[in-house]
């Protein structure tokens, strides 16, 4: 990284070879929901965030009140520092230190942590990751746990952490949820995506929704994907194959004269919803799990207006519903 920011032309030549990249990576953070009421109060780092064009642009755009870009390689940061200083970015500072350093020594100071582009999850051999096995408790790369590691240590209790990537293999993907398991750190689904390249938003301390990381990875992998509907010829088989799974959810309704009945199943990365009535009507749709928590508050939206007969809620899910 030093050398490709050895001067201002280099640094400007590097950036711009990776223009549509840097300009998507901005957008997504600067429209993140994750503070919409508090945003204008939000302290940011930006973790491996070389000269920190995002931070400058979240300030320039008063999204957040201050933002700190750390980096390991100093020569970014000095490059970005300047450019801050000719913008007139007052509330920004620079950095220099590893993601161990921070793991070892860093303090709780930070609403948002956001680490874009700072990870490698698509390389499977260089990072050590068999591409055809999904252990349950894969060997986790080292730069995965100090990454992850420094995100939970300096972030304040009730903080968020993002962290953003292009394509990310099965593998990385299961091996960077068990970095976050061995961390304390809970992958908060409400924000979670995986469309248009990975947004992993995680939370402190959080509450789990799934059994294992295989699950969790195998659930942001298929995020990916659109939802499939099916006929109920290939919907009943696939609820003999779902029922094996875990039933997080399952609502019965009436009113005059007509049943409803709707269950979400998940196994692995996949969540398999089934609905009925009394009347004939089956249907079943099947989506990734990540969307679980959607899927079931449009179950209960559904049902509102009629009487419920019964009500099942996963334990780990109940937190995440509004209704
Ligand atoms: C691909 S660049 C991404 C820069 C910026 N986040 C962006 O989106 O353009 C990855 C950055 O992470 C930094 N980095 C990699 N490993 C690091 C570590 N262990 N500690 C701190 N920074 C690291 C590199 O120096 C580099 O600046």
Redesign the pocket.
């Known amino acids: 990284?030093d050398l490709l920011f050895a001067d201002e032309q280099m640094a400007m030549e590097t950036l711009g070879s990776?223009f549509d990249?840097?300009a998507n990576?901005i957008d997504r953070i600067a429209n993140s929901t994750a503070f919409n009421h508090q945003a204008q109060q939000v302290r940011a780092v930006?973790?491996?965030?070389?000269p920190g064009?995002?931070s400058m642009y979240l300030l320039a755009c008063r999204r957040y009140a201050f933002c700190e870009v750390?980096?390991?390689?100093l020569q970014?940061l000095e490059i970005g520092k300047k450019w801050a200083a000719e913008l007139g970015l007052a509330n920004i500072s620079f950095r220099q230190?590893?993601?161990?350093d921070l793991h070892a020594s860093g303090t709780s100071d930070f609403d948002f942590a956001f680490?874009?582009?700072?990870l490698d999850l698509g390389l499977d051999s260089e990072n050590g990751l068999n591409p055809l096995e999904l252990p349950r408790s894969p060997v986790v790369p080292a730069?995965y746990l100090?990454?992850v590691g420094a995100m939970h240590q300096i972030l304040k209790p009730n903080g968020c952490g993002l962290i953003?990537a292009g394509t990310a293999t099965p593998s990385a993907l299961v091996a960077l949820c068990a970095a976050l398991r061995a961390n304390q750190l809970a992958i908060d689904w409400r924000l979670t995506l995986n469309r248009d390249g990975l947004q992993l938003y995680v939370r402190p301390n959080g509450p789990i929704l799934f059994d294992s990381t295989e699950d969790e990875g195998l659930a942001i992998l298929a995020d990916a994907l659109s939802e499939h509907k099916m006929p109920p010829a290939e919907g009943r088989s696939l609820q003999r194959i779902f029922s094996s799974g875990t039933k997080y959810f399952e609502i019965t309704s009436e009113n005059e004269d007509t049943r409803f009945t709707c269950a979400i199943f998940q196994a692995a990365g996949l969540a398999y919803l089934f609905q009925w009535n009394s009347k004939g009507y089956e249907a079943a749709t099947i989506f990734s799990a990540a969307k679980l928590i959607a899927w079931s508050d449009n179950g209960l939206r559904d049902a509102k207006d009629r009487r419920i007969i019964h009500r099942f809620v996963d334990p780990r899910l109940s937190p995440f519903l509004t209704l």
Do not use: K
């Open positions: 990284m990776n990249r840097l990576s930006e973790l491996g965030g070389g064009l995002i750390i980096d390991r390689a970014p230190a590893s993601y161990a680490a874009e582009h700072a730069m100090q990454l953003g």
